[in-house]
């Protein structure tokens, strides 16, 4: 069952077309990743599902309903968390505070400290650095508050955008470790990443987008496998 479906997205940044009739979907219980060169609209993609970019034509449905005009603090409210490329945590609040502005529209105290443990389950460093300014924290750090910050809105799909990015070898192990956890567990996600190979490797499916156009979908492991996608994306 589809939990995500754009239908025939046509999305414009003035007189540039950045999304060609895109059709996609992401079901219920999958990991789904979009892989693509820089400018190829991967993040355009999830700008629109979130509502910051409106397209031109075209469907956007979240869990059978019509999200395509919906202005993003709604879609944020109705379970959609997106964590965006180059992270975007509040420099000058501590991480407690970056943590609860996730919640912010959570009123169940106990609700927010329940989803509070459960971050620091996933990112044991966070909880260690709950009082410092999250400006302050190396990009690693960063990212693991700004994935917490998605959770704690008690998200029914995961929008994450270029989560590996400027972060060192090792970090993205476990960043790609607690995504695949996080999936395991039950996440529904959608995962925008320059690193096809880590990517296609959690994924259950995949596709590649070129100029604004779908142009291959397939499973993770045939997308790793295929010939066109190793010389493009996986040299």
Do not use: C, W
């Amino acid at each position: 069952m589809s939990i995500l479906q754009l239908t025939d997205v046509n999305a414009y940044y003035g007189g540039i077309h950045a999304l060609k009739g895109i059709n996609i979907h992401v079901d219920k219980g999958e990991i789904v990743t979009l892989i693509g060169s820089n400018g190829a609209g991967k993040s355009t993609t999830l700008k629109t599902i979130s509502g910051q970019v409106i397209p031109k034509t075209g469907q956007v449905l979240f869990e059978g309903k019509d999200i395509t005009k919906q202005p993003p603090h709604i879609t944020a409210l109705s379970g959609i968390a997106h964590v965006p490329e180059g992270r975007r945590i509040f420099p000058r609040l501590t991480v407690r505070e970056n943590l609860e502005m996730g919640a912010f529209s959570v009123k169940d105290k106990k609700l927010i400290q329940e989803r509070m443990e459960r971050v620091f389950h996933y990112f044991p460093r966070v909880k260690e650095r709950l009082d410092q300014r999250g400006g302050t924290m190396s990009g690693g750090e960063q990212q693991m508050v700004a994935i917490g910050r998605a959770l704690m809105s008690g998200p029914h799909i995961l929008m994450l955008d270029e989560p590996s990015m400027g972060l060192a070898p090792i970090i993205v192990e476990q960043i790609f470790e607690i995504i695949h956890e996080l999936n395991r567990e039950g996440m529904t996600i959608l995962l925008v990443e320059q690193n096809a190979y880590q990517a296609l490797q959690i994924a259950h499916r995949g596709y590649v987008i070129q100029t604004g156009e779908i142009k291959m979908v397939g499973s993770g492991q045939d997308l790793i496998n295929d010939d066109i996608v190793k010389e493009a994306y996986l040299a």
